[in-house]
């Protein structure tokens, strides 16, 4: 198993969601609401179009991590907020920094982008090591 | 319209456990584009010393969404649906989740702050077995976009 020191970074996870993402996850989640699937309604309670689903993105987030970890069960604790609006046919990008090392637990400071705009920030994941 | 306070503090159980089932996991799993072998093959999560596949950390959303959605629906609290997006996530692990288990779940509404026209909901979901072992404790806070308005 590696040993992390505080400054790590993780191995950044790059994923680009495609068009049909945002129904899928929602069919899959059960999270039907219309601001992710359609465009028409999205549109007119403000937004710019169809956006992703948060946890769909906090997946990635957690995926980060359980891939660095080499164990999903490794993962203790994921916490994040969601802050900029996500969006299909744009890569993600998710890093993660060590911040403390206590023992066998690890825990970072994680965030995912789309370009500049961060859409998942202030993330804090704990994971064994 | 502010939401009403009075809902602070309210509790919900789930009225019947949630079944987890393997059909549910890889569903999941394939939408979220995480493929890790034990959650979708009973064999490679046997190997890996699982009883059954594993469910992936975000895989709680899936039956913890809705708790305390009765609360939210309820005409009294004052919550525009059309009007809510995800404000902040957080999971809380103790066991892992796997298919074949039976979960019941108690959602509670833990706080409601206005933050500038927004308005932010908190709902903690305690998540344990039919014997009352704690797997996880999930935190959802909903932003009800010009809600405080």
């Known amino acids: ?129 | 319209m502010a939401l009403n306070r009075d809902f602070i503090g309210r509790s919900y159980p789930a009225p019947e456990p949630y079944e987890v089932s393997r059909v549910k996991i890889r569903e999941f799993a394939e939408a979220i584009g995480d493929l890790n072998p034990i959650y979708l093959d009973r064999e490679a999560a046997r190997a890996a010393g699982h009883p059954d596949v594993v469910a992936p950390p975000t895989f709680p959303i899936v039956f913890t969404l809705t708790g305390a959605g009765e609360a939210l629906a309820d005409p009294d609290f004052g919550l525009n649906y059309a009007m809510v997006v995800h404000g902040e996530q957080r999971f809380e692990y103790q066991r892992p989740i796997y298919a074949g288990d039976e979960l019941r779940h108690t959602s509670t509404i833990l706080e409601i702050r206005s933050v500038g026209r927004n308005e932010f909901v908190t709902v903690k979901t305690d998540v344990t077995t039919l014997d009352d072992e704690l797997v996880c404790t999930t935190y959802n806070t909903i932003v009800e976009r010009g809600g405080a308005a």
């Open chain 1, 1 to 129: 198993m590696a040993s992390y020191q505080v400054g790590d970074s993780l191995p950044e996870l790059r994923v680009t969601p495609d068009a049909g993402l945002p129904r899928r996850y929602a069919e899959a989640s059960g999270d039907m609401n219309p601001i992710h699937i359609d465009e028409e309604f999205a549109k007119s309670v403000g937004l710019p179009g169809c956006i992703l689903h948060g946890l769909y993105s906090m997946a990635q987030v957690a995926r980060a991590h359980t891939e660095a970890a080499g164990d999903p069960l490794a993962l203790k604790r994921l916490a994040v907020q969601f802050r900029g609006m996500g969006f299909p046919e744009q890569e993600i990008r998710v890093t993660a920094t060590v911040k403390a090392v206590e023992g066998d637990r690890v825990v970072t400071a994680t965030e995912a982008a789309q370009g500049d705009n961060r859409i998942i920030r202030n993330g804090e994941a704990e994971f064994t090591a």
